[in-house]
């Protein structure tokens, strides 16, 4: 990272900095056995250190797109933890039929959209992040927030085999299809959502 003296420089490293240290945790919490649930939180609590890091970019540079990339990363955190938290949830019901197969699929949108991977909307913000990083000239904080994001592959994989999503039907079905649908059309169409970030950050 860039050394200054200035208030703003020290805010932007200590975004970074903190960024990273979340980032780590969230990973090795979602490492250790336990229930598809909390490992699902802790892959969200990792990309929420990543939201950090783009605000971190943000400071030190604020030309590039660190604005928009916490809009983007912050908006699909968001979006990926509630369909997560919507497939895991109430795990007794609906364990036959569309309702299952229903919260399966949202449940692995979820865990890629977290873990940064396509064809979701996350992958485009996890870019975007590592973009505003090296555009403030952070190679050191993109190289260790890349590795993190490779090291957290291996546990959220693990976690999405030993899931059990529950049933979803009615509003809870509906809410989770239509995150779904933004979360695979921003994926496939990342235009849409920078359209988006760039109108939450003002910018552009």
Known sequence: MNES????????VAAAVIGIVIALYGTLRASRP?????????????????????????????QGD????????????????????????????GTSGSGRGLATVALFAAWLCLLGLPPTAGFHARLLVYRALLQAGWSGAFTVALAISVAGLVPAFSAIAL??????????????????????LVGLYPGFGLTAADFLAGSR
């Open 5 to 12: 003296s200035s208030p703003t420089s020290a805010i932007a």
């Open 34 to 62: 336990q229930t598809p649930s909390r490992a699902l939180a802790g892959i969200a609590l990792a990309a929420a250190g990543y939201l950090l890091l783009a605000v971190g970019a943000a400071f030190q540079f604020p």
């Open 66 to 93: 660190g604005l928009r990339a916490t809009a983007f990363q912050g908006g699909t955190v968001l979006l990926a933890a509630a369909l997560g938290a919507l497939s895991l949830g109430r795990s007794g019901e």
């Open 163 to 184: 899931g059990s999503p529950g049933g979803l039907r009615g509003g809870r079905a509906a809410l989770a299809l239509a995150l779904l649908a933004v979360l695979l």
